[in-house]
C-alpha cells in the first residue's frame, strides 16, 4: 500500500486513531473508535483497517492484545494529507497581538514573549532566535582607550546586537584620537558588512585602516554564529508528558533541549532560506537520531533582505500538530511584521 493509495475510510480510520492517541496517550483499539464516532461500520470492519494500516507501515501494535498507535510514516500522512490548514480561534490571536503590541520595539522581549507564547499555546517546549542581518552590518563603533596600548572595542551591528573586545593597538594612542577615527569608521562604513569595511579601509590612515581590520574580522565571527542564542520556554510542559516520565528518558529530553550546537544544526537544515512557511520534522526524518522521540514544528521569520530568525516548538511525536502548526505560524507572522517595522522602515 503506497502513501497515494489510502481509502477515504483507511484515511478517517487513521485520523482517528492519531487524533485518540495524541488526547488520550494510549494505544486506539477498534471498539472505542466505532463506541465514540459512529462510523456507520461494525468494530470488526474498522479493526480490519487498522491491520491494512499496520501492514503498509502507518500504525504499529505495541503488544498483541493491545490497539494500535501511529507510526513516523502514519504521523508524517496525517500531518501532510489529512490535517488541513489550522487557525488559533479569534480570542487567542486577539490576546497574542495585544501582548506584542505592548512589548512596543524591544527586539529581546519580542524574542522571551514569542518563546512564552508559544510554549503555553503548543503545550510543550518552545524555540526562538533573534532577528539576525542577513550579513552582520556595523551600526556604530566606539573606541574606549584603557591601558597602555590596550583598547576596548565596542560594536553596535545592525539589528542591536553588541559584541565587545580588548584590542592590542600598535601604539599608545589618545582617547581624542580614537575617538576622530571610531566616529570617521562609524560615518564611512554605517550599514557596512565586512567586506564593505574591506573596501572602504584603504582610504583610513594607518590606526583607521588597523581598527577597520579588526571591526571587519568581528563581523565575520558574527556571520559564522548568525544563529545566535536560542531561546527556550516550556520544558516542564515536555517533562510532563508521559513518554519522558522515567527518569532517563526525562534527562535525554533536558540533554536535547540544552544541546545548542544540535538545534542550530536542525534549524540550519530544516528550515529553507526564504521567510514563510512552517516545516515539520517528525522523529528526526531519519537525519537525527537524538529527535528519533520528538517532533519538531518550525518556521523563519523576519524581512528577507534585513533580518530574519527562526522560531518553533519541540515536542514528543504525539504532540498535538494542528495546535503547534497554528500558534508557530501565526507568532512568525507576528514576529515578521514586527521586523518589517524595525529593519525595512
Not at 148 to 177: N, P, W, Y
Not at 178 to 206: M, P, V, W
Not at 241 to 267: I, K, Y
Not at 284 to 297: I, P, Q
Amino acid at each position: 500500500m503506497s502513501i497515494e493509495s489510502l481509502t477515504g475510510r483507511q484515511e478517517t480510520v487513521l485520523a482517528l486513531v492519531v487524533h485518540e492517541y495524541i488526547e488520550q496517550a494510549r494505544p486506539v483499539g477498534s471498539n472505542r473508535l466505532v463506541e465514540r464516532y459512529n462510523l456507520g461500520v461494525s468494530s470488526a470492519t474498522v479493526r480490519n483497517e487498522m491491520t491494512e494500516l499496520t501492514e503498509a507501515g502507518y500504525l504499529r501494535q505495541p503488544h498483541t492484545s493491545a490497539g494500535r498507535v501511529p507510526t513516523e510514516q502514519g504521523y508524517r500522512y496525517f500531518v501532510g494529507r489529512l490535517l488541513g490548514d489550522t487557525e488559533l480561534p479569534v480570542s487567542d490571536k486577539r490576546l497574542i497581538s495585544h501582548q506584542f503590541h505592548q512589548a512596543k520595539g524591544d527586539v529581546d522581549e519580542w524574542v522571551r514573549l514569542a518563546a512564552s507564547v508559544l510554549a503555553h499555546h503548543s503545550h510543550v517546549a518552545s524555540l526562538v532566535t533573534a532577528p539576525h542581518p542577513d550579513r552582520a552590518a556595523l551600526k556604530l563603533l566606539e573606541l574606549i582607550g584603557t591601558q597602555g596600548r590596550q583598547v576596548l572595542m565596542v560594536l553596535v551591528l545592525d539589528g542591536g546586537d553588541v559584541r565587545q573586545q580588548m584590542l592590542t593597538l600598535s601604539d599608545v594612542i589618545g582617547q581624542a584620537q580614537l575617538r576622530q577615527t571610531a566616529e570617521l569608521i562609524t560615518r564611512s562604513c554605517a550599514s557596512k558588512d565586512a567586506a564593505g569595511i574591506r573596501a572602504q579601509s584603504s582610504h583610513f590612515d594607518l590606526l583607521g585602516r588597523e581598527v577597520a581590520a579588526l571591526v571587519a574580522e568581528t563581523l565575520e565571527r558574527a556571520d559564522e554564529f548568525s544563529t545566535g542564542e536560542i531561546h527556550r520556554d516550556g520544558l516542564a510542559n515536555v517533562l510532563a508528558q508521559p513518554e519522558f516520565a522515567s527518569a532517563d528518558s526525562g534527562r535525554n529530553a533536558l540533554r536535547l533541549l540544552e544541546e545548542h550546537t544540535l538545534l542550530e544544526e536542525v534549524l540550519a537544515k530544516a528550515l529553507s532560506p526564504g521567510v514563510g512557511g512552517v516545516q515539520v520534522v517528525i522523529g528526526g526524518e531519519g537525519a537525527w537520531e537524538e529527535l528519533k522521540d520528538y517532533s519538531m514544528v518550525l518556521a523563519r521569520y523576519g524581512a528577507a533582505g534585513y533580518a530574519t530568525g527562526a522560531l518553533g516548538v519541540l515536542g514528543p511525536t504525539r504532540m498535538s500538530y494542528g495546535r503547534s502548526i497554528s500558534a508557530v505560524r501565526y507568532v512568525a507572522g507576528l514576529m515578521s511584521d514586527l521586523v518589517v517595522d524595525a529593519f525595512a522602515s
